[in-house]
């Protein structure tokens, strides 16, 4: 069994920050077969699109649009548990979207429920 969960999000205004955060939990048997975490969005109208990983490893890849205001970063919280956070920074209107964060174990994708960000002019 895999639980996803997301916290953070709300409304800010443009040029603002917010971070999420996501904890993934496990069986301690599993918790070492994650080898990606990552958020994904869907704004207004829109396909669901990739936003920022990090492997096991420590490898982080971003989308363009949030290269150098949005920091992904992952820890271990205890033998079952691992969280992974997002900052984002110099927030923009078009960043208004439900962010998803996902778990990679295994070569099978775990999701949470989705949470809200909102950027206001």
């Keep these: 069994q ?3 969960a997301e916290t953070g999000g709300g409304l800010v205004q443009a040029g603002g920050s917010l971070k999420l955060s996501c904890e993934t939990s496990t069986s ?3 918790i070492f077969r994650i080898n990606t975490m990552g958020w994904y969005r869907q704004g207004p109208g829109k396909q669901r699109e990739l936003v920022a990983t990090v492997t096991s490893e420590g490898t982080t890849t971003y989308r363009d649009s949030v290269k150098g205001r949005f920091t992904i970063s992952s820890i271990s919280r205890d033998n079952a548990k691992k969280m ?6 110099d ?6 979207a439900v962010y998803y964060c ?3 174990l295994a070569a099978k994708d775990h999701w949470g429920q ?7 002019s």
């Design 2 to 4: 895999v639980h996803v």
């Design 28 to 30: 301690i048997f599993s």
């Design 84 to 89: 992974v956070s997002l900052q984002m920074n």
């Design 91 to 96: 927030l923009k209107l078009e960043d208004t």
């Design 102 to 104: 996902y778990t990679r």
């Design 114 to 120: 989705g949470t809200q960000v909102t950027v206001s």
